[in-house]
């Protein structure tokens, strides 16, 4: 998606230690037209997929979700939400999720209720990287037995293993801009 | 609301400890076509405003911030964050939050650079009870020397204090839906 990379040449800012920012418009403040063409990518790399579900999780993917929901006849969107392991009941799928970049260990949580065997689920976030949080979303997934169509990524660190390492399990990932490499000195070089 | 109430009586859960579970449909699992009507009410009651941004909290209220944009001329929101002390920085706006549904504390932030004097700010979020949140939310907004059009809340328990409180500071709060009073035994009723 040009303008995607566009915006994050021009709006991007990369931080030491291999972070890039992107909360001008993306994750703290959100630019909202913007996001609703991300919404419309989405909706055209997976628009035969009969999407009956968005599957994402707090806090930066819900915007994601709703931008991308519009597009697929308002379908609902779950969240997933990020606890410590004390926080887990029977009545929720769980799973194990490894923050690189808080450096913690959470558990993620999803009501039963809200996923059936029917559903057939798109996964979007706004990041990938280390693929810790589309690695527990598709274990929430695959505990509720839904149909998978696949997982929209706004942005993918190509160069880090998780995009990888999940498409090798045979999962759709589909990025609208994928980092071959990055740095303070020389910026974003896109694949 | 009528609509609004209606759902909340059709699918909220009074839970013991005074809790209204609206995760069906608001705060887990969020049924869009729904938020948009939510957003076209606060449209309706804020619609002389000339707001220029929408400012909200992680995690429930990014999906109302949402919502409603798309009535303001998709204008941005800003979401602020919830974290501990040890997260403040100088870039950003602070406040204390005590949260009694997880009887914890925290220190919101909001980056200093999306929040403008010349903006005229609509905040909004899904419930309003002790205003803990609400409270932070206008921390920040003074803070940053913002003009404040109000507060719309989806969600007002109108027995507890925080509506009033907020009110008596001369503030324009908006909920879509008042809650009198409410229990396991005779459920709830509005305002």
Redesign the interface.
């Known amino acids: 998606m040009d303008a995607l990379k566009q915006r994050i040449q021009k709006d991007g800012k990369i931080l030491n230690g291999d972070i890039l920012k992107v909360?001008?418009f993306l994750n703290?403040?959100?630019?909202?037209?913007f996001?609703?063409d991300i919404g419309a990518a989405f909706k055209e790399r997976f628009k035969d997929c009969e999407v009956t579900k968005i599957l994402t999780i707090?806090?930066s993917g819900?915007?994601v979700?709703?931008?991308t929901?519009?597009f697929f006849n308002?379908?609902?969107?779950?969240?997933a939400?990020k606890g410590s392991a004390s926080n887990m009941s029977e009545d929720a799928y769980h799973a194990p999720l490894h923050s690189y970049t808080r450096g913690a260990d959470f558990v993620i949580s999803?009501?039963k209720?809200?996923l059936s065997k029917d559903d057939k689920i798109l996964i979007v976030d706004d990041f990938l990287a280390n693929g810790e949080a589309l690695k527990a979303l598709l274990s929430v997934v695959r505990q509720a037995g839904c149909q998978l169509v696949g997982c929209g990524i706004v942005i993918e660190k190509a160069y880090q293993p998780g995009g990888d390492m999940i498409r090798k399990q045979g999962v759709r990932v589909e990025s609208l801009a994928r980092i071959a490499a990055m740095s303070v000195e020389n910026g974003i070089e896109f694949c």
Chains 1, 2 share one sequence.
Request: glycine fraction near 4%; charged fraction near 15%.
């Open positions: 909360d001008s703290h403040q959100i630019d909202v037209a996001l609703n707090e806090a819900i915007a979700g709703y931008a929901s519009q308002n379908c609902p969107i779950v969240f939400k999803v009501s209720k809200y």
